[in-house]
């Protein structure tokens, strides 16, 4: 078994959640979804529409790491800029990056379809602004989300393994 320590990465509504529970399974690892890491007082501001600041986020990138750090784990976290990532990379090294990425609209269109979630489509272009791309230089490779969750698996399974 390798001791994979993964970050599916994207904005909202681009699948992290989806696509990292099945690359967990498919690599016998365990899945958090970022969000349920996030402390309340930032879901109630997503929830009321009011972007995170870097400040509503360090102490919940230090969670991302923890959990990481622990090893064998996959974790949904929307990770958007370089300097996050470097972050949760500092607190779990060897982390490597599965960035999905898709059009506004499709992004768009998911975010309607969902019931219940505290992060409404109104905060989408904040994210969409914030989004630096992973880089070339960057531990990890970008997805077109236009594909089916079986064939973004399966392409993150063969570039994570060579």
């Known amino acids: 078994m390798t001791d994979w320590r993964i970050v599916v990465m994207g904005v909202s509504g ?5 696509v990292g529970l099945a690359l967990a399974e498919a ?3 365990r899945f958090i979804d970022g969000d349920d890491l996030h402390p309340e007082a930032n ?6 529409g009011i972007p ?3 400040d509503d986020r360090w102490p919940w990138l230090d969670s991302v790491a923890a959990a990481l ?4 784990t996959v974790v ?3 990770a958007l800029k370089r300097v996050y990532r470097e972050r949760i990379g500092s607190g779990a090294p060897a982390t490597r990056f599965v960035h999905l990425h ?3 609209e499709l992004l768009a269109q998911r975010m309607g379809a969902r019931l219940n979630h505290f992060m409404p489509v109104s905060l989408l272009d904040s994210q969409l602004n914030t989004l630096e791309l992973l880089a070339p230089s960057e531990p990890g490779h970008t997805y077109n989300i236009a594909l089916p969750v079986g064939k973004l698996v399966a392409e993150a399974l063969a570039d ?3």
């Open 14 to 18: 681009c699948g992290k959640s989806s």
């Open 27 to 29: 690599l016998g690892a």
């Open 76 to 78: 949904a976290c929307s």
């Open 160 to 162: 994570l393994r060579l």
């Open 43 to 48: 879901k109630g501001k997503m929830a009321a």
């Open 69 to 72: 750090a622990d090893g064998n």
């Open 52 to 54: 995170l600041n870097d």
């Open 102 to 104: 898709g059009s506004r």
